[in-house]
């Protein structure tokens, strides 16, 4: 393998297998680790037509004791299958789904980074409908799979602080599927991403769509606040991506820093009280956030422009030493590819 790890960034590279499993006739068969990273399907298939398709991202990598292991890959698992529930598309099996999550890695754990380097493993779960429907159903036949891609430290040449902009459009309707991990939910994205990089922002931060008032999240992570007296915020909404990584690092406030935690709406109005802001997803696990641009009135985190706030860092780290194996694990946080 001549992989330059800490060079690497985020694009997809080709690895060696893929985990294929396809469902026909009302059920899944026991499903192949392959080399063939094509797809042949109908010109009519459902996921080409009407976008039925849902994903999901983990990461594997070696912690600092030289094992190779994945986070809380169940809770990506049960994820999957809320979405697949609302896509109205089979459910693959929780077991089944980390069973072959693991069975992916171990297939390419040549290209899962050393410990240090800052690089992971990227991988992919995702699932589609491949059959013929031209009138508007769910498909009767469909593909669940998993390949892996090593991707670079997210944090190269240092951690910067973004610069975000309250959007105009939105993401997710109220009762609609802002809360699954939907390709559909990507697609409408796209031009508002392109908008903001054009002017100069890193990220949307979209508000409720039903009130246009309340702060939700980005196109791809979750966000968390901290206030003045150090209580993590976090905002409460049916139409936000359960992120897991948000969900951990609320237990890791509370339980290993002894911080206080909050659930709860966050209006846009109060946004400029808060200490310190952060994006947060597997990506990154926490990204701060130093400014927040709401049409020309620009709020600049007191945390500043060149480093993590205080709060956002000790979470980071935490979480971080959890993950890598430095700092002990909540029971049953850190999977073992074996
Ligand atoms: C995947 C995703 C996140 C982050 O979730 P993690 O499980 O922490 O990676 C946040 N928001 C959206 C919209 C997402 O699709």
Known sequence: MNINWSELGFSYVKTDKRFVSLYKDGKWD??????????????????????????????????AGGKTVCFRPDLNAERMISSCEKMKMPVFPKERFVEAVAATVKANEDYVPPYGTGASLYIRPFMFGSDAIIGVKPANEFQFRIFATPVGPYFKGGVKPLTVRISDLDRA???????????????????????????????????????????????????????????VVTPKSDSILPSITRRSLLYVAEKYLGLKVEERKIALSE????????????????????????????????????????????????????QLGTIEAPEGWIYEIK
């Open 173 to 231: 309707a109220p009762h609609g599927t802002g809360n699954i991990k939907a390709g559909l939910n990507y697609a409408m994205s796209l031009y508002n991403i392109v908008d903001a990089h054009e002017k100069g922002f890193d990220e949307n931060i979209y508000l409720d769509a039903g009130s246009r008032t309340y702060i939700e999240e980005t196109g791809g992570a979750n966000i968390i606040f901290v206030t003045r007296d150090g209580t």
């Open 271 to 322: 946004i400029s009280g808060f200490a310190e802001c952060g994006l947060c997803g597997t990506a990154a696990v926490i990204s701060p956030i130093g400014k927040i641009v709401d049409h020309g009135k620009e709020i600049c985190m007191p945390s500043g422009m060149s480093d993590m706030g205080p709060v956002t860092k000790k979470l980071y780290d935490t979480l971080r030493g959890i």
């Open 30 to 63: 026991g499903g192949v680790l392959t080399s063939d990273d094509t797809i042949t399907m109908s010109e009519c298939a459902c996921v080409l037509q009407y976008a039925q398709t849902c994903f999901e991202g983990l990461k594997a990598y070696k912690t």
